[in-house]
């Protein structure tokens, strides 16, 4: 009997018994002020002005291969038939499940050795570093894609949306992710409304309602930052000077964008499949003590989080969910253990600096 979905289930939130976010805050200024006249000569002017950057051959293709090579030996691990090679293989019956067709965060992958081994390269750390001006940083527990071209198992339609809630005003986080594999203008992966994170405070200077989407979770799942936006919203933005743009990048390249971005993955259309890790960093001088304690917690229990490293600390813990139940292969801790050292607690929030 074939699959009937591939996204993850919202349905076991009330299991947990308790509230799933920590430390919710809705700040009204910057989290940090920059200078606007300063200049950096670097990537980080591009990013002041549009809201978002390509940084350039962050870790080499070799290591980019690597990371590739990984991700398909994890889809391999759950024994449901899945072959690379094989296109038939590409399906929800083949592979553990996911959102909007390869964004995994359950099965304890947030923790998976080749996860933290991408956050903690020395170059990823580095961009953070220079962007925050601070060595003590926090990162999320955040999501890897595999998504695999022309699949005819799933509906696909764009969700543009921005991961900040628009109770928050200023620049608050900032997320990234760092690309394995080719992924040109047909190979599906980030598209960003360029400019739209300076307008953010305009556009919601007015009451707002998030757009109905068939990708949105309930609202008792009480993702507090996350806004859809409509059509409507789109041209908003574009009639302003935005423009919305399909994120081209070669494998060991790095994305940041502002979290006011508006922003969605479009699906691969070629016959490369996508490899990605979604990567955030943000001062760790932010957390507060509970937020800190419910990352330990996470990282001690292998389970993700959302972008957000230091605060509105949601834990992703609902069960993925296969035809109507909890999947057969679920399990609560990585297939390969992350290597434990002093940076890596560092960045999870368990040692202080």
Not at 53 to 77: G, P, S, T
Not at 86 to 108: E, N, Q, R
Request: a negative charge; charged letters at 30%; glycine letters at 6%.
């Amino acid at each position: 009997m074939p699959t009937t979905t591939t996204t993850t289930s919202f349905a076991n939130v009330e299991e947990a018994g308790e509230e799933r976010t920590v430390d919710a805050r809705f700040e009204t200024t910057d989290l940090m002020e920059f200078d606007e006249s300063r200049v950096y000569g670097d990537w980080r002017d591009e990013f002041h002005k549009y809201g978002c950057v390509v940084i350039k051959n962050v870790i080499d293709k070799e290591k980019a291969a690597y990371y590739c090579q990984k991700q398909i030996e994890w889809l391999k691990k759950f024994d449901l038939g899945f072959d690379e090679t094989d296109p038939s293989t590409w399906t929800a019956d083949h592979l553990p499940v996911s959102f909007k067709g390869g964004m995994y965060s359950a099965y304890g992958s947030a923790h998976e050795r080749m996860a933290w081994e991408a956050r903690t390269e020395p170059a990823v750390i580095e961009i953070f570093e220079k962007l925050w001006e601070t060595r003590e940083l926090l990162c999320s527990f955040d999501a890897l894609n595999v998504s695999f071209p022309n699949r005819k198992d799933i509906n696909w339609s764009p969700w543009p949306h921005c991961d900040q809630n628009q109770a928050r005003k200023g620049m608050q986080a900032v997320q990234g992710l760092l690309n394995f594999a080719p992924n040109g203008p047909n190979d599906g992966g980030l598209v960003l409304m360029k400019g739209s994170a300076k307008l953010f405070n305009e556009f919601f200077e007015h009451k707002r309602d998030s757009a109905d989407h068939e990708d949105a979770p309930p609202p008792e799942i009480k993702y507090m930052d996350l806004f859809l936006f409509s059509q409507k919203d789109v041209k908003w933005f574009e009639e302003r000077g935005c423009e919305l743009i399909k994120v081209c990048m070669e494998p060991g390249d790095f994305v940041l964008w502002d979290s006011r971005t508006m922003h969605y993955a479009r699906f691969p259309e070629g016959d490369q499949i996508r490899h990605v890790q979604y990567i955030c960093m943000t001062p760790s001088r932010f957390a507060s003590a509970d937020a800190l304690a419910t990352k330990k917690k996470c990282f001690e229990n292998y389970i993700g989080t959302t972008h957000w490293p230091h605060c509105n600390i949601r834990a992703t813990a609902e069960k993925p969910m296969r035809n109507g139940e909890v999947c057969p292969k679920y399990r609560t801790e990585p297939f390969e253990k992350p290597i434990v050292t002093d940076r890596l607690l560092e960045l999870a929030g368990v040692k202080a600096y």
